[in-house]
């Protein structure tokens, strides 16, 4: 299937520096969109995309960057939530200012970003987001508490605003990936069996593996993405899209 409806769109990516957000950039840039790519540290432009400083935490900077968009370049069509951060606390050793650093870009950022893109999204009646989430915010994870109850609220936010957008044409869904091979999941590996351990499952963790017997890349995710942004998907609104190879088992 040739995934059409990108070519000449705006195109905004939060957390495209790296990993997975840097797959998206490219695949919009690929299919023909204008994309404007933002992180806290600013990502390369060296493929032509537009790209800014942004810290989703701040409400202001993110109403500033659209509006910057809007009156530059033009109508924003299509938009990508990929910023994110990790905690790997146990809860008894969770502080107060981790969990609320977690929950400030995990979910205060899909709120801040998404609701100022549907300001503008909804006068014109057209318009798609999607949030990177994560599989961690359907099942249980130990020392993942602040992170997977921060996409787990972020992913209920976006089927929220899914529901009020639906009926001004603007599709809202989730994307949900597993263990992918970027420096977050790296990151968590002490030694070279980290990425088996990660496929096998480790029972004392009550952690299932993967059934495909392999990590995701962050194009598989990208390509996730993808689909429910292109007019192929244009009926599909407030879906969760897990993209994990079977790992959660969808519990």
Known sequence: MQLTGFDGKIALVTGAAGGIGAAVVRALRDSGAVVV???RVAPSSEHGEHSFVLDVTDAAAVDALVAH?????????????????????????LTTDEWR?????????????????ARVMAPRRRGAMVTVGSNAAGVPRQNMAAYAASKAAAAMFVRCLGLELAPLGIR?????PGSTRTPMQTGMWTDTGGEARTIAGTL???????PLGKLAEPGDIA??????????AGHIA??????????TLRA
């Open 204 to 210: 004392e963790t009550f952690k299932s593996g993967i």
């Open 69 to 93: 968009v809007e009156a530059d370049l033009g109508p924003i069509d299509v938009a990508v939530n990929v910023a994110g951060v990790l905690s790997t606390a146990p809860v008894l050793e």
């Open 172 to 176: 809202c869904n989730i994307v949900a």
């Open 37 to 39: 790519a933002s992180d």
């Open 238 to 247: 407030m879906s969760d899209l897990y993209v994990d190879g079977g790992a």
């Open 101 to 117: 650093r977690t929950f400030a870009v995990n979910t205060d950022g899909v709120f801040h970003v998404s609701q100022a893109l």
């Open 223 to 232: 390509n996730a993405v993808m689909f429910l942004l292109s007019d192929q």
